[in-house]
């Protein structure tokens, strides 16, 4: 009785602990690789890992996470057996690989691929020990932007025109606008600013309060803009900022001074593998016949580092490299985009809710986020920021300035015509409107009839 008894309360003790035990917690198998997975400690860390934590908080599942024993990503032996973490995940060993795993139909059709929660495609780095400083004829134009140039060339013709009019309106740049020959001309106005624009005076100079206003506010203006010209054109001088002479796969694959090589059997190795394209091709049997693949991804960015070898990855990889490493330079060209996917056995039935979670962190922003977070960059070049062309928005409240020291001489040159056309109208005991009319169109004409006989004595001399 006293044995029923015992195995009852062990039956009782067996199928409690049955149900208040929760699920089995996921095999997960990952790679080090940096940002993706890194180890702090005795801990993991990375892009990955954080993924992991953010679909399994919207799954609900607990996790182990262990790193591939032998070190690959996925690949094929000769005999057709799966190595890496794609070959745990076909044995299940694991029950889901979260790496930066290329998508890929030899993959697809032994496993199961999420949609991918990363896109990429491949480049190369190098040294930019292997850069060329470049020339070029109109370098003095770069230190301000083509808007910039556009500004100050509009800037230059209207600060003209207004000396000019200023010149011609106010009535204290001439006594007697029939007998007085005047001296700003349109042509005289712009080589005036010219001249203040070099920091030499070309005179003669404005006499009336309009004429020097514009004239003084053009000159605050000159002195800056040749200050932040000087300035942004003296650093551009000292950056040691250098372009890479080798910028696509054709040129690298046209050239035989520079080594280069991919991991060896990845996903980047077959590509070029299998490609039909004659460049591709040629960059492949160049890696066969130099031998010059690499085992792992540190191992390219450590030749590449040491100079004089062009590491062939994929651009996810190789931009953590050059925010991790300053002498290394990525390629401009990307070619054969593919994305990042997390495999799972052939038939799981989580890989549906995990494309799902995927998506909805893709859409929320958190897939960005973290991107930022783990590729932030850490290089920047001697004394901060790279040296770029001055913006004209940089300095709108200067061009504001000399607007309305334009606008404030013409004020100012109308104010005084008018005062001297009130004074004689009173005198002539006629309409001051009408005095006004015939006082502008007198200073206009003379200046016309001035041009006229200057270039009639210059032909009979």
């Known amino acids: 009785m006293k044995a029923l008894i015992g195995l009852v309360v062990c039956a009782v003790a067996l199928l409690s602990g049955c149900c208040t035990a929760g699920p089995a917690a996921l095999s997960i198998t990952t790679i080090l690789q940096e940002p993706f997975t890194m180890t702090q400690g005795s801990e993991l860390e990375g892009y990955c890992i954080d993924l992991l934590a953010e679909i399994a908080k919207k799954l609900g599942f607990k996790y182990e996470v262990h790193l591939v024993k032998d070190g690959k990503y996925g690949?094929?032996?000769?005999?057709?057996?799966?190595?890496?973490?794609?070959?745990?995940?076909?044995?299940?060993?694991?029950?889901?690989?979260?790496?930066?795993?290329?998508?890929?139909?030899?993959?697809?059709?032994?496993?199961?691929?999420?949609?991918?929660f990363m896109q990429t495609g491949v480049g190369f780095i190098l040294s930019k020990d292997l850069g060329s400083e470049e020339s070029h004829f109109v370098s003095?134009?770069?230190?301000?932007?083509?808007?910039?140039?556009?500004?100050?060339?509009m800037a230059f013709l209207v600060t003209g025109l207004c000396i000019y009019l200023v010149a011609r309106i106010s009535p204290c740049e001439w006594a007697d606008p029939e007998t007085d020959e005047h001296s700003f001309t349109l042509l005289h106005s712009f080589w005036y600013i010219t001249g203040a624009l070099t920091l030499q005076g070309a005179?003669?100079?404005?006499?009336?309060?309009?004429?020097?206003?514009?004239?003084?506010?053009?000159w605050v203006f000159a002195v800056v803009l040749l200050?932040?010209?000087?300035?942004?054109f003296n650093t551009m001088l000292r950056s040691d900022t250098k372009h890479v002479s080798v910028m696509n796969f054709d040129e690298l694959a046209r050239q035989d001074v520079i080594d280069y090589g991919t991991v060896e059997g990845g996903s980047t190795f077959n590509f070029f593998k299998n490609s039909n394209n004659p460049t591709y091709r040629s960059i492949f049997q160049h890696m066969e016949r130099k031998k010059s693949c690499v085992r792992s991804v540190e191992e390219g960015n450590r030749r590449a580092q040491e100079g004089n070898y062009a590491f062939i990855g994929e651009a996810a990889s190789l931009d953590i490299a050059v925010a991790r490493y300053c002498n290394l330079i990525r390629s401009s060209e990307l070619i054969a985009m593919r994305g990042y996917s997390i495999a799972a056995p052939l038939g799981s039935p989580m890989m549906k809710n995990i494309t799902v979670a995927i998506l909805q962190l893709s859409e929320s922003g958190e897939l960005a986020y973290l991107q930022s977070k783990w590729w932030a960059n850490s290089c920047m070049?001697?004394?901060?920021?790279?040296?770029?062309?001055?913006?004209?928005h940089l300095l709108r409240g200067l061009f504001m300035l000399l607007a309305l020291g334009c606008g404030l001489g013409l004020l100012i040159a109308l104010l005084e015509l008018a005062s001297k056309a009130r004074d004689q109208a009173k005198d002539q005991k006629k309409s001051c409107c009408s005095v006004l009319s015939a006082e502008l169109s007198q200073r206009f004409r003379s200046g016309r009839a001035n041009a006229g006989t200057e270039t009639s004595e210059k032909s009979k001399a």
């Open 75 to 116: 690949r094929q032996d000769e005999s057709g057996n799966w190595l890496g973490m794609i070959g745990e995940v076909v044995r299940g060993e694991a029950d889901l690989a979260v790496a930066p795993l290329t998508l890929t139909a030899t993959r697809e059709l032994s496993v199961e691929m999420s949609t991918p």
């Open 140 to 153: 003095f134009l770069f230190p301000f932007s083509t808007e910039m140039w556009v500004g100050v060339l």
């Open 203 to 218: 005179g003669p100079h404005p006499k009336g309060l309009s004429g020097r206003i514009i004239s003084a506010i053009w």
């Open 227 to 232: 200050a932040c010209y000087f300035s942004n």
């Open 381 to 392: 070049p001697e004394g901060g920021q790279a040296p770029q062309a001055l913006q004209a």
